[in-house]
């Protein structure tokens, strides 16, 4: 990705007002996740009244990152959008974002209404709720089950028992946890835990503000997409927007780097899994992550030095364990 953005600006030096070499440079810029490079050239091709998906993708997320929330509520519905149902929740939390609740209410509401879209939808409206404190709002629609399967996923139990905790139903959200996942928790999932059955404070962190909610959009839709194999290169797009929009998304992060890894982008896998701070509860993942894309890049060395490393901070997670042990037996280090 980083040799085709190259080749394709020094080509567009050449003929600068080439739309079919601007748009691949805005995608090969978008692939690599550098968007304030891509928007010069979306703005080119939207200003050349060129319909481009990937224009449009980038200039959304410039427009969400800066703020730009009127800008986004603007802009017409047509065949140069990004897709009804991605558009349709971006206005949606456009409209928060200009503190216009009534309206995004309405706006999640008639969205909901698209055959396949209910569940969704309404994940959103109650996360948009909770992000300006109505929790009982929130928690009535995940409740009510309203949320279909994004309130079943990792995410949406963790997002769920936040806006109990804010409710001070602990209890509940310790049952919706354990009955969620039985034993398989992580280090996320154990700090949640621990800090639920202590009474201890917790914060609504999933969606706290309008621009997380736009970036909560295209990584749910990331996710999808994901789901129904659309393609990782194109859901790539999506998780990169996400992971702009908000650099501390874990679960972006972690999605971004299985896509690069799964393209055979190694290095680009490997420096996004390595973008995790110790400190943070996903870093077991994204080390077990970045040893298995050195692994596949022919780095076996690497690999078993950072889960050797693991192993020492994280040494009571089984799977560094077994992990380590596999690529051991692969290299027939049967001793080790």
């Known amino acids: 990705y980083a040799e085709a953005a190259r080749y394709y600006t020094e080509a567009l030096s050449h003929d600068p007002t080439n739309a079919e070499l601007m748009e691949s440079g805005t995608l090969s810029l978008l692939s690599l996740g550098d968007v304030e490079k891509a928007v010069p050239l979306a703005r080119a091709l939207e200003e050349k009244n060129h319909r481009s998906q990937v224009a449009r993708l980038v200039l959304t997320a410039d427009m969400a990152k800066r703020g730009d929330y009127e800008g986004l509520l603007e802009r017409g519905d047509d065949a140069t959008g990004i897709g009804p149902w991605v558009d349709g929740l971006v206005k949606a939390w456009a409209h928060m974002g200009v503190g216009d609740v009534t309206s995004a209410m309405a706006a999640f509401d008639t969205l909901g209404e698209e055959p396949g879209m209910q569940g969704l939808v309404m994940y959103h409206k109650a996360l948009a709720l909770a992000s300006v404190g109505d929790y009982e709002g929130a928690a009535d629609i995940f409740g009510e089950g309203l949320v279909g399967a994004a309130g079943q996923t990792r995410r949406g139990v963790m997002a769920h028992a936040e806006i109990l905790a804010q409710l001070d139903r602990q209890d509940e959200a310790l049952t919706l946890i ?6 398989g928790t992580d280090p ?5 835990t621990a800090a639920l059955a202590a009474g201890e404070p917790v914060p609504f962190t999933h969606v706290p503000d309008p621009l997380a909610g736009m970036a909560e959009v295209f990584y749910t839709f990331a996710a999808v997409l994901k789901n ?8 790539l797009l999506y998780s990169r927007v996400a992971r702009y929009l908000r ?5 972006a992060l972690l999605l971004t780097a299985e896509l690069l890894e799964n393209l055979g982008q190694y290095q680009l896998a490997i420096d996004e899994f390595a973008a995790v701070p110790a400190d943070n509860p996903t870093y077991h993942a994204a080390e077990l992550g970045r040893a298995g894309a050195l692994r596949r890049s022919g780095k076996d060395d690497q690999a078993i030095e ?3 490393q693991l192993a020492r901070s994280h040494g009571d997670l089984a799977v560094v364990h077994s992990t380590l042990g596999d690529l051991l037996r692969g290299r027939e280090d049967w001793a080790g």
């Open 247 to 251: 650099p501390d998304h874990m679960d």
């Open 228 to 235: 129904e194999n659309t393609g990782d290169y194109y859901v």
């Open 188 to 192: 996320e999932l154990d700090m949640l």
């Open 178 to 183: 354990r009955t969620s996942f039985g034993t």
């Open 306 to 308: 950072v889960l050797t």
